[in-house]
Nanobody, 127 residues
Framework: QVQLQESGGGSVQAGGSLRLSCAAS????????LGWFRQVPGKEREGVAT????????YYVDSAKGRFTISQDNAKNTVYLQLNSLKPEDTGAYYC????????????????????WGQGTQVTVSS
C-alpha cells in the first residue's frame, strides 16, 4: 500500500500562487505515476497534472498548461504542484493520486485509473 499526504493548500487572491506538496510513504516503489486532481462540490474529480516517477515526464490538462508545474523530489518521495496565476475557477479540493501503472499506459486524467489517494487539500481563490 502507498499512503499519500497532501499539504500546502490555502486561500489566495486571483493572480496569486501556491505550492502543493504530496508526500508518499509505504511501498512507494509501487507508484509509477503520480497525479493531481481537483474536485468541486457536486462534480467528479478532474485531472490537472501527472508525472512519471521513472523519467519525470509530465502531462497537463489544457487549463493548467503555462500556469501549473508538477515536479518530484525522489529523495524525499514528494511530488509538488506549483500553482501560479491562480483564477477563481481553480478553487477546489486538490487530491494527490498514485497509479501502479506507468502514466503513458493509463487514461491519466481519469480518476478511475488511480489506485491510491490522499485526503486532499483545499485551495480557494478569490476574485
Amino acid at each position: 500500500q502507498v499512503q499519500l499526504q497532501e499539504s500546502g493548500g490555502g486561500s489566495v487572491q486571483a493572480g496569486g500562487s501556491l505550492r502543493l506538496s504530496c508526500a508518499a510513504s509505504g511501498y512507494t516503489n509501487r507508484a509509477k505515476c503520480l497525479g493531481w486532481f481537483r474536485q468541486v462540490p457536486g462534480k467528479e474529480r478532474e485531472g490537472v497534472a501527472t508525472i512519471s516517477i521513472r523519467d519525470g515526464t509530465t502531462y497537463y490538462v489544457d487549463s493548467a498548461k503555462g500556469r501549473f508545474t508538477i515536479s518530484q523530489d525522489n529523495a524525499k518521495n514528494t511530488v509538488y504542484l506549483q500553482l501560479n496565476s491562480l483564477k477563481p475557477e481553480d478553487t477546489g479540493a486538490y487530491y494527490c493520486s498514485g497509479s501502479v501503472s506507468p502514466c503513458a499506459t493509463i487514461p491519466r486524467f481519469s480518476q478511475g485509473a488511480y489506485d491510491f489517494w490522499g485526503q486532499g487539500t483545499q485551495v480557494t481563490v478569490s476574485s
